[in-house]
């Protein structure tokens, strides 16, 4: 698929038309127009802000594989880590809810169900979303900061009450 065809595409997808997305880009319709016929190619400020106005990178945008596949196939191999996820968390709280009561060696697990939970969590999200969470950096450096945290609360924890 060329540059244009993807182009045309994404554009029909998010019914723009050719002066809405020429107006968004600050550039004419004829340029757009050029852009998917393939008479012509925008320039990396264009680029970018055309990735950004439909959520693809630019490699997406530029590319010969198709976009609509690739979204697909990473939305699939998401979904298998969420049940993963899912678990990891459930025995998080079950081994947190049984230190309490039977003895200090089931935090073990508890930690190293936390961890599974985090990496099983981190993958579960399209690797599409994560990179453009990653725009947003405020909130990406957020949540990285927020899972340390509760990573490194768990692993103080544990540390605390093997040795005390």
Known sequence: MTFGEK???LRTQNNITQEELADKLYVTRTAVSKWENDRGFPGIDSLKQLSALFGVTIDELISD???ENSKLLDEKRA?????PAAICLALTFAFAFLTGFVNVWCSVPCVL??????????LSK???KRRMQRENAAAY?????AIAAIFLLAAVTL???LFA
């Open 65 to 67: 594989e198709d976009v």
């Open 7 to 9: 182009l045309k595409k």
């Open 159 to 161: 540390f605390i009450e």
């Open 79 to 83: 979904k298998a880590f969420r049940l």
């Open 126 to 128: 399209p690797a599409y």
């Open 113 to 122: 169900s936390t961890a599974g939970f985090i990496v099983c969590a981190l």
């Open 141 to 145: 450096i957020v949540s990285r900061v």
